[in-house]
């Protein structure tokens, strides 16, 4: 089958009556409505994935046998191939065409996510768990490259708004659809749910993608940067491995080895890849572009809001489970507040943004912080027989505060990044925000469920939720260090 491709920079082919129809510009193809839809479809899903299993993760170690370590490396596992290569998995887009590589890591999301699910030991799982994380890493850049190389302007803001939006209200909607599937028990599937729930959302975004996402590629595709490549995986997993298993395997030599390298490791990409680039060879990390002020702002404060997000959805649902006895449906429907206050936040940020600024997201910062010092002081005074209603004033000022940064930030990340380097970029941005969810995972949930044992789950949980707050003011203090006024 012949199929339209859309160089970034250059004048696009004629279309073929086998291609998508697409509106051409002399900017290029013009991704429509429906494209648009698939696109953030294919965003969702990894981000979905990588919170879905935090409320079914006392029902696979029910079912499995498996254990703290091993269902901690079904998280892990998951998230740190997705952060390893993720930018690789954009440069393999900018080169092989975008549409092509999406189709291909959609379809291999399908396939491991059934292996998930049909998973018969611990360990296939966690090995369907990386090969899905490996699956999504092809399958997420594509769609920020997609967008910035068949958009412009206002379409472009539009498009970039509803992505982070996507991205916020996906982590959310993940740990709610977990609980629901797995008290949902659909056909006996229990926690496999979690997992087979893809399968026929995969079906039907490979339809749409075939039909309505235009190809699109870098003008001038760089090779694969294989030493690049290595040493980004080599310092990434020395890093989230052994903070993610160090403390239920008894922190072995390993760990601590591992730790050891990751400087080492850290440092020696950084010189390749400075090297490679002052060279005028493409690194897989182009040290270039942090010299766009926005991506380098925007990177800066996507750490500590990712750190603190990811570990306190990790922390909630053990609290949740364990601690307040909940079932997994009243463990998910607890942060239905936070989910509807972030789409409200996300639908006003725009036209905010248009009236105040950059300083929306500031005072998302100090909302969220309202939130998370509420929602401390309620667990603090009134633990025993805390409900869902009781939680929900907390819960949803914080996601008040963290729609009105998200998307927001995403936006301003990406508005100007050029377009032959949409790839590069997407992965660059979705790379540091996954890994700062990896991280806070292995560290604030590290930090919990170290002092639950000794402190009991109130005081582990304030604790947890205080370190929280300290990095909310870190992202508001950063917050006044963007560019005042967004393209």
Request: proline share 6%; glycine share 12%; charged share 10%.
């Amino acid at each position: 089958m012949s199929e339209t491709t859309v160089r970034t920079t250059s004048t696009p082919s004629p279309t073929s009556s086998s291609s998508p129809t697409v509106p051409v510009t002399h900017h290029g193809a013009v991704i429509g409505p429906l494209g648009l839809f698939t696109v953030l479809l294919g965003a969702a899903l990894p981000l979905i994935d990588f919170f879905i299993v935090n409320v079914a993760l006392p029902s696979m170690d029910s079912d499995l046998a498996a254990g703290p370590a091993l269902l901690e490396l079904v998280v892990a596992g998951y998230g740190v191939a997705y952060a390893v290569l993720l930018v690789l998995g954009g440069r393999l887009g900018d080169m092989a065409g975008r549409r092509r590589l999406f189709l291909t890591g959609m379809a291999a999301f399908g396939l491991t996510s059934l292996a998930c699910g049909l998973a018969p030991t611990a360990w296939t799982l966690v090995g369907a768990r990386v090969a899905q994380g490996a699956a999504a890493a092809l399958m997420m850049p594509q769609v920020l490259a997609t967008i910035q190389a068949t958009t412009q302007g206002p379409r472009r803001a539009k498009a970039m708004s509803l992505y982070g939006a996507t991205a916020g209200l996906s982590m959310v909607a993940g740990q709610i659809l977990g609980g629901v599937l797995v008290a949902a028990d659909v056909a006996g599937s229990g926690w496999r749910s979690v997992f087979l729930v893809n399968v026929p959302v995969v079906v039907v975004g490979l339809l749409l993608a075939a039909r309505a996402m235009p190809e699109t590629r870098s003008d001038r595709p760089a090779g694969i940067d294989v030493a690049g490549t290595l040493l980004l995986a080599l310092s990434l997993v020395s890093l989230l491995l052994p903070l993610t298993e160090g403390r239920a395997a008894g922190w072995p030599l390993w760990t601590w080895v591992s730790l050891g390298v990751f400087p080492f490791a850290a440092v020696a990409f950084f010189l390749v890849e400075r090297r490679a680039d002052r060279q005028g060879r493409t690194p897989l990390v182009p040290p270039s572009l942090l010299d766009i002020t926005s991506l380098r702002r925007g990177l800066a404060m996507v750490v500590p809001f990712s750190i603190g997000f990811s570990g306190f959805m990790f922390v909630v649902a053990v609290v949740l489970q364990q601690g307040l006895r909940m079932g997994p449906v009243a463990a998910g429907l607890a942060l239905v507040p936070m989910a509807l206050a972030f789409f409200s936040a996300s639908l006003a940020g725009p036209r905010l943004i248009g009236r105040f600024g950059t300083r929306v997201v500031t005072a998302g910062g100090v909302i969220q912080a309202i939130g998370i010092a509420l929602l401390t002081l309620t667990v603090w005074h009134g633990w025993s027989g805390l409900s869902v209603a009781e939680l929900a004033p907390g819960v949803a000022v914080a996601g008040l505060g963290q729609g009105l940064q998200l998307p927001i930030l995403m936006r301003l990340m990406l508005s100007d990044i050029p377009a032959d380097r949409g790839g590069v970029g997407g992965g660059v941005v979705v790379t540091t925000q996954q890994s700062a969810l990896a991280l806070g995972i292995a560290t604030l949930g590290t930090l919990f469920l170290a002092l639950a044992p000794s402190a009991g789950m109130r005081d582990a949980l304030v604790v947890t939720l205080l370190v929280q707050l300290g990095l909310v003011v870190v992202t508001a203090l950063l917050s006044l260090r963007l560019p005042r006024v967004m393209r």
